[in-house]
Nanobody
Framework: VQLVESGGGLVQPGGSLRLTCAAS????????VGWFRQAPGKEREGVAC??????HYADSVKGRFTISIDNAKNRVYLQMNSLKPEDAAVYFC????????????????????????WGQGTQVTVSS
């Protein structure tokens, strides 16, 4: 299982970015997937998670961020709109194939202990 994030960068407040997580070694459609972020001095937090068609978003990003998957390309996306300075962080993609007994809410809880595979992260900076 390998996850490689891309798409981070510098954007002005109010702007948009789309993060991409390229997956290999497994099929994203059969796994739970998620996006997490970690800002300097803060704990890693769940942003958006998807499992068996159910989606959970952190309250702080609801209505602004959208998680999606492309089964043909085996990728996971995070569309981020109306970005705020507080969205600045390193964003990580995560995946887990052992979904039994786990809820999509549980996947996004805390630092993501349910997830077994992680990417290396991509930096998002929101600044004018």
């Amino acid at each position: 299982v390998q996850l490689v994030e891309s798409g981070g960068g510098l954007v002005q407040p109010g702007g948009s970015l789309r993060l991409t997580c390229a997956a290999s070694g497994f099929a994203v459609e059969h796994y739970a997937v998620g996006w997490f972020r970690q800002a300097p001095g803060k704990e890693r937090e769940g942003v958006a998670c998807m499992s068996d068609g159910s989606i959970h978003y952190a309250d702080s990003v609801k209505g602004r961020f959208t998680i999606s998957i492309d089964n043909a390309k085996n990728r996971v996306y995070l569309q981020m709109n109306s970005l705020k300075p507080e969205d600045a962080a390193v964003y990580f993609c995560a995946a887990d194939g052992n979904k039994a007994g786990k809820t999509v809410w549980g996947y996004c809880l805390g630092y993501g202990s349910y997830f077994r595979s992680w990417g290396q992260g991509t930096q998002v900076t929101v600044s004018s």
